[in-house]
């Protein structure tokens, strides 16, 4: 399959837990489709109403550390917005070191948002800036039975991979407040697993890590 | 509409410091210990900076050396919050804030309602925390409290050399210019502020081309006169000149100010210059300019680089090697790098923004 490869690369990114407010906020180790989604939205300069879209997504990162934040925890009023009451805590973030996200889409048009992003891209907090290192176009092998996943999220139901299991939302909507779209189990597979032996159709990049990776592309409709 | 941002660099050079702490150490046997940030990566130390205290220290640099009087920080029972008024608090204005309130307002029947005035502002200036560049030795080093009479009360702090890098990205059409309409992080005025903005002299509406209403018209966004918006910009990045902090001042003060600099104006969102600074040698140690790197983003970003890239050093710093590769890169580039102190660059960067700035 002929498809475009966008490589992003940032020092350090954090993607939070949802569900978690208090306490320790540990970090997925693979961003979750809603943040991808938001990136090329950051990238496009507009909310893009996906009404079919195929994408794929790599993520690796060099180390995990955790950083000592003052937070602004503000209770939530009617309607899901903000009241006047809260208060200021310090918390413990975990956060990602050296990290490189490569996006797989076949869609020109998306892909073209990243040679000249709108607004500054970020992998998780206001501070994680990212840069683009290189768009290209790349051919990727079919493969029926992937045994190379990893760096990604699967989707569990049907395929009930190992990994870190987590209920992600997919994408919000542009409304106020905003609103999770698509929630579902997702298993989350860090970048340095073993093989493993599934029924995933997917698309390998024998360009990354020693002997490829085995792409699996979402499917997603608004 | 350009999208203009500047598009910004750092290093920093800084000896025997703590400059964020990470609260008690678990690491000591100590029973009052300190640690001081830092990331393990394959069994090597990398101290770091959180963006959070580079804001922090920002802030303190332009409130003590431009005068900017920063936003109260109001106290109700619980909940703390600035001012939320970028019209009159420049650091509102860069550095973003959000506040949860109401506001009693008449309506049109002449009775007195509750409106919730909630707004929120994403910063137009995005700061990377400062990292260090090569693999650090942390060392961890006695103290004590010994002033008074009696036991003297020893602690253990963790130090280290580094040189350290940090990058930001101040978005210039956000800087003055902001929504009031409602959608998450974007509604930065409330009515009446909104009012209060627009009978500022010299300020406007202007359409705002990223986010169209739900009949696909385009929101209106206020812009203060082009004067208060060019003194915050130019402030904002003159005050990188005089950048201080780092906890623990009393026994650990640093020079943070930048030993050197990148400064370019592009028309994207995507920061170029993240492997500038590069570390090589068996464990990491060795610091490195990439200047076949930045050489390569010259090249390969050339159409988003508005006007001239700004590279600053401070005498002493560089290697003499470095400073004639960036000498040659600057003859190969004639009229697109300037190269030279550090100060010197940043006054030329802003005065070049200022013609920059729409």
């Known amino acids: 399959m002929k498809t475009y490869r966008v490589d992003i690369s940032s020092w350090t990114a954090s993607f939070r837990y949802p569900n978690l407010i208090s306490g320790l906020q540990p970090t997925l180790e693979v961003p979750p489709l809603s943040t991808v989604l938001g990136l090329i939205n950051a990238a496009a300069g507009q909310y893009l109403e996906h009404e079919d879209l195929i994408i794929g997504y790599y993520f690796e990162f060099a180390a995990k550390a955790t950083d000592l934040e003052t937070i602004y925890m503000i209770e939530a009023g009617k309607n899901g917005q903000g009241s006047n009451s809260g208060k200021s805590n310090v918390i413990q973030r975990e956060f990602l070191f050296e990290n490189r996200l490569s996006l797989y889409c076949a869609d020109s048009k998306i892909i073209d948002f990243f040679r000249e992003p709108v607004f500054p891209l970020l992998l998780g907090r206001s501070g994680d800036l990212a840069s683009v290192e290189q768009i290209e176009e790349i051919e990727l092998a079919e493969i029926d039975h992937a045994e190379k996943i990893r760096g990604q999220i699967i989707p569990l139901k049907g395929n009930f991979l190992p990994g870190v299991i987590q209920a992600l939302p997919k994408y919000f909507t542009n409304t106020f407040p905003r609103q999770n779209i698509g929630t579902e189990p997702f298993s989350v597979i860090r970048y340095n697993v073993f093989d493993l032996t599934t029924k995933i159709a997917a698309f390998r990049d024998h360009t990354l890590q020693k002997d490829g990776v085995d792409i699996y592309f979402h499917h997603f409709k608004l | ?358």
Do not use: C
């Open chain 2, 1 to 358: 509409m350009k999208n203009l941002k500047t598009q910004g660099f750092i290093l920093i050079d800084v000896d025997v410091v703590a400059l964020n702490n990470a609260g008690k150490s678990t690491s000591t046997e100590a029973e009052n210990g300190v640690a001081t940030k830092r990331i393990q990566k394959n069994g090597r130390s990398y101290t770091y900076v959180s963006g959070q205290a580079w804001r922090y220290w920002w802030r303190n640099a332009l409130q003590k050396d431009f005068n900017w009087g920063l936003s109260p920080i109001i106290r109700e029972a619980k909940v703390a919050f600035t001012a939320a008024n970028p019209i009159q608090f420049a650091d509102d204005d860069v550095f973003g804030y959000m506040k949860a309130a109401t506001e009693v307002v008449t309506d049109e029947k002449g009775k007195d309602k509750k409106e919730n005035i909630t707004v929120t502002r994403v910063s137009p200036l995005k700061n990377s925390a400062i990292v260090s560049v090569t693999s650090v030795q942390v060392v961890e080093n006695w103290s004590s409290m010994s002033r008074h009479e009696g036991d003297a009360v020893p602690y253990t702090k963790q130090e280290y050399s580094a040189i350290m890098k940090g990058m930001f990205s101040l978005d210039l059409e956000a800087v003055g210019t902001f929504a009031a309409y409602n959608k998450t992080g974007f509604k930065n005025l409330s009515a009446k502020l909104r009012e209060e903005a627009l009978a500022q002299t010299g300020s406007s509406e202007i359409s705002d081309p990223h986010l169209p209403s739900a009949k696909g018209e385009a929101h209106q966004l206020v812009r203060l006169d082009k004067s208060i918006r060019t003194q915050r910009i130019s402030e904002t990045l003159s005050a990188l000149k005089f950048l201080s902090g780092g906890a623990m001042q009393t026994n650990n003060m640093a020079d943070v100010a930048p030993t050197f600099v990148i400064l370019a104006t592009t028309t994207s969102g995507n920061h170029p210059f993240s492997h500038v600074a590069t570390s090589k040698g068996s464990i990491d140690q060795t610091f490195e300019l990439n200047v076949d790197g930045i050489e390569e983003i010259l090249r390969d970003f050339k159409a988003q680089i508005q006007g001239k890239v700004f590279i600053g050093h401070r005498s002493g710093f560089l290697s003499s090697a470095d400073v004639q590769k960036l000498e040659v890169l600057k003859s190969q580039y004639p009229g697109v790098v300037e190269l030279g102190s550090i100060n010197d660059m940043i006054d030329k960067y802003v005065a070049q923004v200022e013609k920059q700035i729409p």
